[in-house]
């Protein structure tokens, strides 16, 4: 087995006053997060607002990462959108600049679909890519898409492709599913979404996760993800998380970390934390991770 995947920072995405990505603010989030420990960054995932991140910025996007000096190796790119044509045009874009992996998620806009159709529709996304094709970690994350992926789906998706699907991301939360997922598929990178399993499933086999929290817990969530050794503080603070929309929650806790507000908007349809929200949280954070401190 190749080197094992480790830690990948679900990139959060600043906005300015107008709604446009504040580029520099994002890039130095990514150098710290890699700096602190975390071997790629993911952009443009769940906590990095993919959906709502066109094909142009995303291009202008992932070129000035690059142009900064963090290497294609560096940087994974998900792709979160329902037609084929276009899952393709994003995936290939960042492929032919080198990245390290594609997150691909399956088109959620249909509810109720067949594992046959969730089957056609990955072949068309990989016909099309043709020999770009590589590297592609299927989306599980039902909560969101409401199109869960089956330990069976991801089975005939690997015997029919298996040069190009190279890892599943898990973040249903049912750990039951995650288990069998092990069981069934643990010779390739299997990456767990939910920090609450996230150390014991990287006991029995894990190769790591893409982290939101990594966003301001990176030294913490790396020795779960690297190590599999539990940390309750980490999993306890997932509930307080929980209690919120998750992805404005997380802004929330960067820009504390950071001191800059820029990080506290989010785009459109989402909205962002009320004051008392964000208090609530920090109290949560404090009690967890600075009661020795005080």
Not at 130 to 140: E, L, S, T
Not at 198 to 214: D, E, N
Request: net charge negative.
């Amino acid at each position: 087995m190749s080197e094992k995947f480790g830690l990948s920072v679900a990139l959060t995405t600043p906005f300015d006053g107008k709604g446009e990505i504040a580029i520099d603010v994002m890039i130095a989030q990514a150098k710290r997060s890699l700096t602190a420990g975390c071997k790629s960054v993911t952009l443009f995932g769940t906590t990095g607002e993919g959906s709502s991140i066109g094909t142009l910025e995303r291009e202008r996007i992932i070129n000035q990462f690059l142009d900064t000096g963090i290497a294609p190796h560096q940087i994974v790119v998900g792709v979160l959108v329902d037609a084929a044509e276009d899952a393709a045009a994003q995936a290939g874009y960042a492929l032919s600049k080198g990245v390290r992996n594609i997150l691909l998620a399956p088109p959620s806009y249909f509810k109720n679909v067949s594992d046959d159709g969730l089957f056609t529709w990955f072949s068309a996304v990989f016909a099309i890519l043709g020999d770009k094709a590589r590297d592609v970690i299927v989306y599980n994350i039902p909560s969101v898409t409401m199109v869960p992926l089956t330990v069976s789906l991801i089975g005939r998706l690997r015997a029919a492709f298996p040069s190009v699907v190279t890892g599943i991301k898990d973040s249903s939360g049912d750990w039951p599913f995650t288990e069998g997922l092990l069981k069934e598929h643990g010779d390739i990178a299997i990456l767990i979404g939910d920090e609450r399993h996230l150390a014991k499933g990287v006991r029995l086999g894990g190769q790591g996760a893409i982290s939101g929290m990594a966003n301001f817990l990176p030294a913490e969530v790396k020795v779960m993800a690297e190590e599999g050794m539990d940390d309750v503080r980490v999993e306890d603070f997932v509930a307080e998380l929980l209690k919120y929309p998750v992805t404005a929650a997380v802004k929330v806790m960067v820009a504390r970390l950071t001191g800059e507000d820029v990080w506290l908007s989010v785009r459109p349809p989402l909205v962002s934390i009320s004051a008392e929200g964000q208090a609530q949280l920090a109290l949560a954070f404090d009690a967890l991770f600075r009661s020795k401190a005080a």
